[in-house]
């Protein structure tokens, strides 16, 4: 019955009642009452039930759409779907089940479904079928009406009531043929693939093998680079790239804690060079690996110590209390460098300057900025005698920006020909005449005014300039000479005297150059004299004999500027072709209050006699003075008392004038 049907039911049961209420109008007030409130209720539950059937017939209508997609999802799903009961007759089968299995999809509903199993397989599917109790998959055999077996995958689901009871099987069959081939295929594949790769693995081990030995051989190699591009090859102490690396750490970690201190220490061997050349660099690497293994004795562990090149040492002194642990250190580095070194049997004594850097000084934001400063202090530390340690200090940093200033001034100098040669009369102490001048260079700086070359030759040998700034000196006073010898004929100026620094004597091409300025003035050879120092025998050795050897066969004259301040090997001196030893002014000026000073000229005027060369003194300020050197048979004077330095001029002037003394 459907909605409407029963609707009219409810209908005519209502009119019923209503007749039968009507017929108990004659019955006492309190039944009618009870039979009225029963009507009610009843009018209700039927009005309840009503809604009940309009519910469900829309719940049938959803539940017949959802079947029929069900049953349309079933009919054209593309694999085989049946439905059988328990004992594995076929109930419902799809369209593609049919195809699947060679019958008509009518004719399947009824026939038992191991009809359809191949063979060989019917006993194994019989006895999944009796222990079947969740979804199952397996692969099997199915054998089509009239067909082929062929290879698939069947999987079962049960289905049961609601009292929880087993009604039925489902089924899915999946036709796997094409993939069984594939798996052949890809099963011989496999096969030939094992046998190719049996032979490569052969091939493979021994290849192995050696790439192992290389890999080894490499990481060896690798080990080894990044050790050397952060430890120095001589030492193995940390190099100029790790030790900024770790002074870095250390900068950034001192601007997170107010509280922490560190230092870095710049040390520099006094005197290596000599001890290199004198030696042999065999001995000079012994020194500094013994130097290296001394300084890792006076700091810590958690200092660095390291070699930035040649005999340049830092130590970075982190985490200490105040200045004084770090002046601490460099009293002990001093202490154990001031030990004798053995040198292949020759005890050997070296000394070392250094500066030192503090954290807390200036706000530093780079650390090759500590590291400049503490450069800074170490040769300030030279400068004031080495063998001792400085501290950088605001003032220092100052002279180091006067300096770069000056480095500047000094560049531009050389553009702008600053420049100027001052002659200072040489004096025949026996004719009483000028035999030559000394060309002494000055500097007319625009700020400055006229620079004596104390103030600025020793910045121009540190960068190098003083080759440009000698050489253009050499020429003008070469030039100036014969510009004198051609228009004075008569005074008979024999001698122009250059001084040669020790940076100017190391150059490989100096006798090509000085042969050129000679040729390009038309200056004679033997009118020229160059000055040098005692530390260029001293520290040049066979190489300065065979240069000035090469100078004494061009007519020049070598004269050794400031005698008896420097340190000089007699036996070296002897075999040096020295035409002239010039005496320093400072024996000469206190040579009538000093009887130390004037044994010690005396000495020099004897040593000279025996050597068969000339002596000058210079600084002669006063007539005693002269008269002093006159009696001891001095040949040559220069100083004050006959002339101050002088410009071209004016020297031209004192030529033209002759002066006696």
């Not at 409130?37 to 959802?66: D, G, S």
């Not at 049953?71 to 694999?79: G, S």
């Not at 450069?375 to 220092?396: P, Q, W």
């Not at 531009?412 to 000028?434: D, N, W």
Request: net charge negative; charged share 25%.
């Amino acid at each position: 019955m459907n909605v409407n049907g029963f609707s009219q039911q409810i209908e005519k049961l209502r009119s019923q009642v209503e007749g039968l209420l009507e017929c108990n109008t004659t019955k006492p007030i309190s039944q009618q009452e009870i039979i009225i409130e029963a009507f009610e209720e009843l009018n209700i539950a039927m009005e309840e039930l009503l809604t009940a059937c309009e519910e469900l017939e829309v719940t049938r209508a959803t539940v017949e759409k959802e079947r029929q997609r069900y049953q349309d999802l079933f009919e054209f799903a593309p694999d085989g779907y049946l439905v059988t009961d328990t004992a594995g007759t076929i109930q419902e089968a799809n369209h593609a089940a049919a195809t699947l299995l060679g019958v008509h999809q009518k004719y399947l509903v009824g026939k038992p479904l191991i009809v359809f199993i191949a063979e060989q397989d019917r006993q194994s599917f019989s006895s999944q079928m009796n222990n079947l109790q969740q979804l199952l998959n397996w692969e099997i055999n199915l054998q089509p009406r009239g067909g082929t077996p062929f290879p698939a995958m069947i999987k079962a689901s049960a289905v049961y009531n609601l009292e929880g009871k087993l009604v039925s099987w489902r089924w899915l069959l999946c036709n796997i043929s094409e993939r069984k081939q594939a798996e052949q295929m890809l099963h011989q594949a496999y096969d030939k693939l094992e046998i190719r790769v049996a032979e490569r693995t052969a091939e493979l081990v021994k290849t192995n093998e050696k790439l192992l030995t290389e890999i080894t051989e490499r990481k060896r190699a690798e080990s080894q680079l990044l050790h050397l591009a952060f430890h120095d090859a001589l030492t193995g102490l940390p190099n100029r790239a790790a030790f900024m690396n770790r002074l870095k750490h250390a900068l950034n970690y001192s601007k997170r804690h107010s509280d922490y201190l560190l230092a870095v220490m710049f040390i520099d061997l006094d005197r290596f060079k000599l001890i290199n050349d004198s030696l042999g660099h065999l001995n000079g690497d012994q020194l500094l690996l013994t130097t290296a293994s001394r300084l890792e004795l006076c700091v810590r562990s958690i200092d660095t110590a390291a070699r930035l090149g040649g005999d340049e040492f830092t130590i970075l002194l982190e985490g200490i209390q105040d200045v004084s642990d770090a002046i601490t250190v460099a009293e002990r580095i001093q202490q154990e460098l001031a030990l004798p070194f053995d040198l292949d049997g020759q005890e050997v004594f070296i000394t070392a300057s250094i500066g030192i850097a503090l954290s807390s000084i200036v706000d530093y934001e780079n650390p090759e900025d500590l590291l400049r400063d503490a450069d800074t202090a170490m040769y300030r530390a030279k400068v004031l005698g080495r063998a001792h340690y400085e501290l950088f200090n605001s003032d220092m940093y100052a002279n180091a920006l006067g300096k770069l200033q000056l480095e500047t001034d000094l560049r531009r100098a050389i553009e702008r020909q600053e420049f100027r040669v001052y002659y200072q009369p040489i004096v025949s102490l026996t004719k009483g005449s000028i035999l030559g001048f000394e060309a002494l260079l000055r500097w007319q700086h625009p700020e400055r005014g006229l620079l004596n070359p104390a103030d600025f030759i020793p910045l121009a040998e540190e960068t190098g300039l003083i080759f440009s700034i000698g050489n253009w000196a050499l020429h003008e006073a070469c030039r100036q000479m014969q510009a004198w010898r051609v228009c004075h004929h008569s005074n008979l100026l024999e001698k122009i005297s250059v001084n040669l620094s020790l940076k100017q004597f190391s150059q490989p091409d100096l006798i090509e150059q000085i042969g050129q300025i000679l040729h390009s003035t038309g200056l004679n050879g033997d009118t020229l004299v160059l000055e040098i120092n005692e530390s260029i025998i001293g520290e040049n050795g066979d190489k300065a004999t065979a240069a000035l050897l090469q100078l004494r066969e061009m007519g020049i004259e070598l004269s050794i500027d400031d005698f008896g301040t420097g340190y000089s090997s007699l036996g070296r001196l002897y075999n040096f072709p020295i035409r002239m030893l010039k005496i320093d002014r400072s024996f000469v000026n206190s040579i009538g209050a000093s009887s130390r000073n004037l044994e010690i000229i005396e000495i020099i005027l004897t040593l000279a006699d025996k050597l068969g060369v000339d002596v000058l003194a210079e600084g002669v300020e006063t007539k005693e003075q002269l008269a002093l050197l006159r009696k001891l048979n001095c040949e040559y004077g220069q100083g004050h008392f006959f002339s101050v330095p002088l410009n071209s001029s004016a020297a031209e002037a004192l030529i033209m004038a002759n002066p006696r003394w």
